[in-house]
């Protein structure tokens, strides 16, 4: 039994030969009882001690549980479901707001694009808002929590480096598979304009790897590892919804990719450092590329050619299994991720 089917709100007693009292979990206290002479208080010693400890003062005074009242829980995918509608509730909340704002503001109906500067800088600020707001929910809300390394510091910088090389390895190829596949990037003029917006780059390299680990690894495939008995449906079922949230067909492969690998350090490290690092490597990693690039929409085949742009794909797969054999040496051990132990 679960450690949440403990948490008693309240347990109906009935004495054996008088009549019925009501018990708090929490206090141990008699809530009611259709004999106040009757009335008792349960020793500090069975107080908050769950279901056996009251079962066994019960008996000491002559009392046996009528019936249990459990918590209820949400279904696995109950939470899922709910994490995801948090998200997107968010999102509307402040871009509805925003948008709304600036509509009454300039005396119009019309919903301007976003070549139109001031609009896009509401934009901008409302999805850093947003970000900022699901962030600190996923926290204060004890969804999840950064769970820090515990590991020595020399550890921790081969883990740190290796993570490193893992994620710029995994880039190499699944950039080349990305250009094969020439799929539509329907947010082309969204992300130019981001890329030379102050508040764009704080968005896409520090704010998106921070909270999107908290809520797909963090929130989301931590609870599924607790409660699926296999760890691989939990990283792609998980990596999975990462890559479909993003909603531009450019970026659903590579992000459904990453995810298994950012997914994949979460359940070897037990940490979501090590994935946060990637993300805001790999996420800096473009952002640097396009505004330093003498062509930011040049590709890996049209400046190294066909083959050269293979070679430079092997030798992405090359590091990425590389530094995959070198953290598996390194943490040899999976941290075990299961459910608190039941209260006795």
């Keep these: ?168 390895g995994m880039g190499l190829w699944t950039n080349y598979l990305n250009e094969l596949a020439d799929l539509p990037n329907n947010f082309q003029e969204m992300f130019d304009k981001m890329m030379h917006h102050p508040l764009g780059i704080v968005s896409i390299v520090i704010l998106a790897p921070l909270v999107e680990e908290l809520l797909f690894r963090g929130s989301i495939q931590g609870h599924l590892l607790r409660k699926w008995k296999n760890p691989v449906w939990a990283i792609l079922f998980s990596s999975l919804i990462f890559g479909a949230v993003h909603g531009n067909p450019v970026q659903i492969p590579f992000a459904f990719v990453l995810g298994t690998a950012l997914g994949w350090m979460y359940y070897r490290t037990g940490s979501l450092l090590p994935s946060i690092l990637m993300h805001f490597v790999n996420n800096g990693t473009a952002v640097c590329t396009f505004l330093f690039a003498e062509d930011p929409q040049a590709t890996l085949i049209s400046t190294y050619g066909t083959g050269g742009a293979a070679g430079i794909a092997v030798l992405g797969v090359v590091l990425t299994v590389v530094s995959i054999g070198y953290i598996v040496r390194q943490i040899p051990q999976t941290p075990v991720w299961k459910e608190p132990a039941p209260m006795p």
């Design 1 to 168: 039994m679960r450690r949440s089917q403990y948490r008693i709100s309240s347990i109906h007693w009935r004495q054996k030969t008088k009549n019925p009292v009501f018990i708090s979990i929490s206090t141990g206290k008699v809530l009611s009882s259709y004999d106040t002479k009757q009335m008792l208080t349960v020793s500090p010693c069975y107080r908050g001690r769950g279901y056996g400890c009251l079962r066994s003062a019960a008996w000491m005074f002559s009392y046996e549980p009528l019936h249990i009242e459990p918590d209820k829980e949400p279904t696995i995918m109950g939470r899922t479901i709910k994490l995801l509608l948090y998200y997107f509730a968010y999102q509307l909340a402040f871009n509805g707001v925003f948008i709304c704002s600036y509509m009454i503001y300039n005396h119009t109906t019309e919903v301007p694009g976003i070549s139109d500067g001031p609009y896009f800088n509401l934009l901008l600020w409302a999805s850093v808002l947003a970000t900022v707001a699901i962030g600190i929910h996923l926290l204060a809300g004890k969804y999840t929590s950064v769970h820090p390394v515990r590991w020595n510091t020399p550890q921790t910088i081969k883990i740190g480096l290796s993570s490193i090389v893992l994620v710029t």
